[in-house]
Structure formats: structure tokens, C-alpha cells
């Protein structure tokens, strides 16, 4: 660990990633009907706790993420399979677990050593090699493995999130695009049968979204009283505190999944706009650092935290939206929720040590 290097520490993403979470923290003290401990408090110091972890991971010798990626991305794996057996209950699937008093979602973290141990596949992998059929059977070991436990909690829409991450890194790493065409058709014609084996709630969800008025105080009722607080906000919103649909109790999870539908109902098309032009800042720097690295490990782990965060942000809001059907995304450093922002933050951390370490060239020595 050399603290010196946090000398190089990119302090306009820092000042982005601090002005989003105040912007949550404003949002869930409004959720919470003006109440600041009943989740605003807990945000706030849970992102400055966070912080903390990003500049400790952003000083650490890439070399050691490089060197244990594959160990992370076992120990994750083991982690997620502790919820079958130890896992808690909470929204009607099995996603939690406790450690030391602190409810943790694995499906989470998992991500990142996804991400880790693409990166180091790819990496070790000669370039001339990726395209050989057998060189993909790995990278969609690390993807699906976790994604089939994911699935079985049930948690569809992190699994679905987890393809999209895992097969983008695989694009950008040089695998041919005719593989990920074979793919989709295969998809397409399994469809009957992927369609049997997600859960009864599940289809209703998916068909609630192509029709919401057909179940408008069922599956339906959440898309329909998110697109008419969306909607009602207009261009400046309603103001601050000023949300109808949160005070009156008409929107359900107001603080996590749709907490971009109360913003968008008190500060308009305006103050979301600012939201999402944070994001595609933050999104743009990584894709960034990913071009500034010598090496492939951190181009292609800058590649996978940039894509992670654009498919958190355009699900959510794609989601309370009504452009997808709801399946539980929540808004980085946004939304209410622990595991997330821990999962997001130390993401970020690994984007921050590549860019610190963008001209290491020597990863295995």
C-alpha cells in the first residue's frame, strides 16, 4: 500500500461521486417525509464510510487484485452459495445474509470479481487466441455460474444484469460478434422454455409491463403510479418536499428501486437530467482510464466498473420508466441500500487504483 499515490487520486470524480450522494441523501430525507434518520442519516455515513474504502483500495499495488483475482472471485462465489444455506428472506426471496450483525447481498459483490477475473483471463490470454471457441468456455464459467445461483434465490433481474455485464467485457475483449448473434438466436428459440422456468410472479411482472392497466392494483400498480409521478413533475417539478406520490403513500419503494421517480417528481425533467449527465460524466472518465492503461488487466477492469454502473443507471431508470419491467435495480449512490453502494464504491476504488497505476506495465512480476 503506498498512500503517495493518492497524490494522482482523480478529484473530479470524487467531487461527482459526492455531489450524487448528497443528491440521495436530499432525496431519502424527502422519502422519509422529512424524517433525516429514518434513512437519510444512514446514507450519508454509510457513502463517507465507503469513501474511505475507495481511497484505501485506489492505494493498494494493482498487482495484488491482478494476483488474487481468481481467489476474490472464489471466495464470492462461496459466499453466494452460503445463501442457500444461511441466507435470510426478504422480499420474497432469499438474497441476504448476516455477518457480524450487517445484512450483506453477495449477488452484489459478486459482480466486481466478475469483473477481476474476466480481466485477468483476458490479460494472460494472446490476443491471437480469443476468437478459439475453446477460450470462451471460462469467461461464460465466471458469468453463468454465478448468474444460475443468482436466478435460484430468486433474483432475475441481477442475473439478467450479470449476463449484460459479463458478455459486454467479452465484446470489448476482442470475442467475435457472430458468437454473441449465435447466442441471441439460441436465446430466442429457448424462450418457451425459459419462460416455464422463472417463478409465476416473475411472468406476471414481465406482462404487467407490456400491460400495466390490466392489473392496476397488482403487478401493475407500482409502473402506473411511477409514470404518473414522472409525468406530474413536468419540467422543474413540484419542489422539494413538494412530491404528492410520496406523501400520500402512493408509490412503493419510494427509497430504493424508485427513488428517480420521487426526484423526477419534485425537481422535473431538469433535476433528472443533471442526475444522468453525472452518471454519463462518471462513465466517460472511466472509459477513459481504461484508454490511459498499458496494460489489458486495467483496461478491461475500467471497461467492466464503466459498464457495471451504465447498466445499474439505464435499468433503473429504464425500469420507473415503464421501458422494462420492474425487477429491482436500485440507482448507484442514489437509492437507499448498503450492499449496492458498498458493491458500487469499491468499484470505483479498482477504477481509481487502475488510473493510478495506468503505466504499470510488469503485472507479474
Known amino acids: 500500500m503506498n498512500l503517495l499515490n493518492l497524490k494522482k487520486i482523480n478529484l473530479l470524480f470524487i467531487f461527482i461521486i459526492i455531489i450524487l450522494a448528497l443528491i440521495g441523501t436530499a432525496a431519502l430525507y424527502s422519502a422519509g417525509e422529512a424524517e433525516f434518520d429514518l434513512w437519510a442519516k444512514k446514507h450519508i455515513i454509510r457513502f463517507f464510510v465507503f469513501l474511505i474504502i475507495i481511497f484505501l483500495i485506489a492505494s493498494i499495488d494493482i498487482k495484488i487484485f491482478y494476483k488474487y483475482a481468481y481467489f476474490l472471485f472464489f471466495m464470492s462465489l462461496l459466499l453466494l452459495l452460503s445463501v442457500e444455506i444461511i441466507g435470510t428472506l426478504g422480499k420474497g426471496a ?20 466478475i469483473i477481476l477475473a474476466l480481466a485477468k483471463f483476458y490479460n494472460d490470454l494472446r490476443f491471437d487466441r480469443i476468437g478459439k471457441i475453446r477460450n470462451t468456455f471460462f469467461p461464460l464459467l465466471f458469468i453463468f455460474v454465478p448468474t444460475s445461483l443468482i436466478a435460484l434465490q430468486p433474483d432475475l433481474g441481477t442475473a439478467v444484469t450479470i449476463i449484460l455485464l459479463g458478455l459486454f467485457i467479452m465484446f470489448q475483449s476482442g470475442v467475435r460478434i457472430w458468437k454473441f448473434f449465435l447466442a441471441g438466436i439460441v436465446t430466442l428459440f429457448s424462450f418457451p422454455f425459459l419462460w416455464q422456468s422463472i417463478k409465476p410472479y416473475q411472468q406476471k411482472r414481465i406482462l404487467s409491463f407490456l400491460n400495466p392497466e390490466s392489473d392496476p392494483l397488482g403487478q401493475g400498480y407500482q409502473l402506473i403510479q411511477s409514470k404518473i409521478a414522472l409525468g406530474s413533475g413536468a419540467l422543474q417539478g413540484k419542489g422539494f418536499l413538494g412530491g404528492t406520490q410520496s406523501y400520500l403513500q402512493y408509490l412503493p419503494e419510494k427509497q430504493t428501486d424508485f427513488i428517480f421517480t420521487l426526484i423526477g417528481e419534485e425537481f422535473g425533467f431538469i433535476g433528472v437530467s443533471f442526475i444522468l449527465l453525472l452518471f454519463f460524466i462518471l462513465i466517460l472518465i472511466a472509459y477513459f482510464i481504461s484508454i490511459k492503461s498499458r496494460h489489458i488487466f486495467g483496461r478491461i477492469l475500467a471497461i467492466g466498473v464503466a459498464t457495471n454502473l451504465f447498466l445499474y443507471v439505464v435499468l433503473n431508470t429504464a425500469m420507473v420508466s415503464g421501458l422494462l419491467p420492474v425487477v429491482g435495480i436500485p440507482l448507484p449512490l442514489i437509492s437507499y441500500g448498503g450492499t449496492a453502494m458498498l458493491s458500487i464504491m469499491i468499484s470505483f476504488g479498482l477504477l481509481l487504483n487502475v488510473e493510478i497505476n495506468a503505466n504499470n506495465t510488469s503485472l507479474n512480476k
Open 94 to 113: 432469499e438474497r441476504w445474509i448476516n455477518i457480524f450483525g450487517f445484512s450483506v447481498q453477495p449477488s452484489e459483490l459478486i459482480k466486481i470479481n
